[in-house]
């Protein structure tokens, strides 16, 4: 049995009722376990707003994310720059700078971020808009869709109210439906109107050959979102202005709550401490890995993980950072909504109960439907829950409050532990067929091998497509799986049975191994063996 078929297994979603929340599994995959994101019960939040606020002193903050392509694919060997500041993004596309300066007593600082590279003699580009929030020292999910520049066009224009320019709108462009665009990633798109209400947003690649559509969203606090489809033509400069409304009725207003949000879900993966290095001596996490092909099985693919992050101070951390032998993230995922007067989302998660929730995060973006928890505090073993309320622009921010969300459903993960490899040991030579050993881990459920014949780097500039496992050959092969007995022995050995192996070759392998819910992951750290 494939890992797929054990996501998509009914009684998957039933563990998760054993703790008495619900887990909503997508349809496609998970047909028949019951649950919706709007129909099910729920139970209020009991929180406190939060105030938003500056910070008193200038700060630093490390500024992260990830350089695309179109298609979602890692762009590697990208410069990334931030005003005088740049970084190269690695072999999955990620950069880091860590000492980008804030100033004193401004809640946000807001500033364009670049990146650029050459590809196959081609100049590559693209632009996004940097929000580094009041005394927050880690700035992530900064991410830029990259593409040739001659085939980019812009949009511009002016934002006003029935007073005149409005300044400090947000603007945010998008694809206009996702499904009808498999895979393409176009939504990491804004900026933020001057003084004078003028707008520009440059870069826009080409979806399709010639004119491309994008839905422009504007938003702002007090004000009404309006959204329209725009046409982008590569070379060429279109024009949208917009006049907005006073937000004082109607969908997520004082009048009318903001819906739940729905399909929600959570997948947590566990990680190694430790850093994989390629040939190339590029690092990579093995995390991008596990994700890559998590949503792959899942369909996750069409994503838009929020780059406008707001993080309090107040989120109280209940437990102590676990040592730096693991690392662990939870991967939140809901349905994207245009609703008017949507501003953006608040993020909660309650450790261990399922009560106390605590805002993590506020998404100032409406387009947002995707998010990464990385605390530090996030432990193996311990069940945390989650919820994503709506964010009205009514009341957020208003008096420097944010006003109370709507509840949603819940959905909860348990990290699993981390998983080690022991047998062909890294950079090893191996004769013959490798047998490969792992040690169990608690609560393990199916544990797949992936063997690579190249370092698995998602993107090269010579490969868009990337780097597929050469075992399992595709989605339904299950002769790198094993299925965890209700007695787990103390390690596992599989033997490989995927194409012939050419003597004097490097080749790569991990380990992915998920509960039986489908809902936690743990991929182990990279190993190489030279076959004999």
């Known amino acids: 049995m494939t890992l797929l078929r054990i996501l998509i297994l009914a009684k998957n979603c039933s563990k998760l009722r054993q703790f008495g929340i619900l887990m909503i599994c997508l349809t496609y995959f998970c047909s ?35 350089a695309t392509s179109l298609n979602g694919a890692p762009i590697v ?84 109210d029935f007073t005149g320019p409005l300044a400090n709108a947000r603007i945010f462009a998008s694809a206009p439906d996702p499904a009808a665009v498999a895979y393409l990633n176009p939504r990491s798109f804004w900026t933020i109107s001057d003084a004078n209400g003028k707008y520009v947003i440059p870069a826009l690649p080409s979806i399709n050959a010639g004119t491309s559509n994008y839905t422009v969203t504007v938003s702002k606090d007090l004000y009404v979102n309006r959204a329209v489809v725009i046409g982008v033509t590569p070379g060429q400069k279109s024009t949208a202005d917009f006049t907005v409304a006073p937000a004082d009725s109607g969908p997520c207003s004082n009048s009318a ?76 995922f809901w349905d994207a ?20 929730f605590r805002t993590i995060a506020v998404l100032r973006d409406p387009q947002a439907d995707h998010f990464t928890d ?16 709506k964010l009205d622009t009514l009341n957020f921010p208003k008096n420097s409050e944010e006003g109370e969300p709507v509840q949603n459903n819940l959905s909860a993960v348990v990290p699993l532990d981390p998983q080690l490899l022991l047998d062909p040991v890294n950079k090893s030579s191996v004769s013959g067929l490798p ?48 299925q965890a007995p209700s007695t787990q ?15 004097g070759h490097v080749y790569y392998w991990a380990v992915l191994t998920s509960d039986s819910g489908g809902g936690a992951y743990s991929i182990s750290d990279i190993f190489s063996f030279t076959s004999l």
């Not at 792959?296 to 069409?302: A, E, F, V």
């Not at 990385?374 to 309320?389: P, Q, R």
């Not at 022995?489 to 003597?503: A, E, F």
Request: glycine share 8%.
């Open 77 to 160: 060997g990208a410069v990334v720059s931030v005003g005088s500041q740049s970084a190269i993004t690695t072999q999955f596309g990620t950069y880091s700078i860590l000492n980008v300066s804030a100033p004193a007593s401004q809640s946000s600082v807001i500033i364009p971020i670049t990146a650029a590279i050459t590809i196959q003699g081609a100049a590559w580009s693209g632009t996004n808009t940097l929000e580094i929030s009041g005394c927050d020292t880690n700035t992530t999910n900064v991410n830029i869709v990259m593409s040739p520049s001659a085939s980019q066009g812009s949009i511009a224009g002016t934002i006003s």
């Open 374 to 389: 990385i605390d530090s505090v996030l432990t193996a073993g311990s069940i945390y829950y989650y919820s994503v309320a």
């Open 337 to 356: 909504d245009l609703t008017t007067s949507l501003l953006g989302y608040d993020v909660l998660r309650s450790d261990l109960v399922g009560t106390k």
């Open 489 to 503: 022995p103390l390690s596992y050995s599989l033997n490989y049975s995927g194409p012939p192996l050419i003597s």
């Open 435 to 482: 047998a490969f050993t792992w040690p169990a881990i608690k609560d393990g459920s199916v544990y797949q091998v992936l063997v690579y014949d190249k370092f698995p780097d998602l993107q090269s500039t010579s490969n868009s497509a990337g780097v597929k496992p050469i075992w399992p050959v595709s989605s339904s092969d299950a002769s790198s799986e094993i």
């Open 257 to 332: 709550p903001c819906p739940p949000v729905t399909h929600f879900s959570v997948i947590s993966i566990t990680t190694p401490g430790t850093i994989s290095r390629s040939a190339q001596l590029n690092s990579v996490s093995p995390a991008a890995i596990a994700r890559n092909w998590i949503q792959q099985k899942r369909g996750l693919r069409s994503i838009h993980a929020s780059r406008q992050i707001q993080k309090f101070s107040s989120a109280v951390r209940t437990r102590i950072p676990p040592p730096l032998v693991y690392n662990i993230e939870s991967d939140l």
């Open 32 to 66: 028949g376990c019951g649950g919706g994101g709007s129909s099910a019960p729920v139970t209020p939040v009991v929180k406190s707003p939060n105030a938003v606020h500056g910070c008193a002193s200038a700060f630093v903050t490390a500024v992260s994310g990830k």
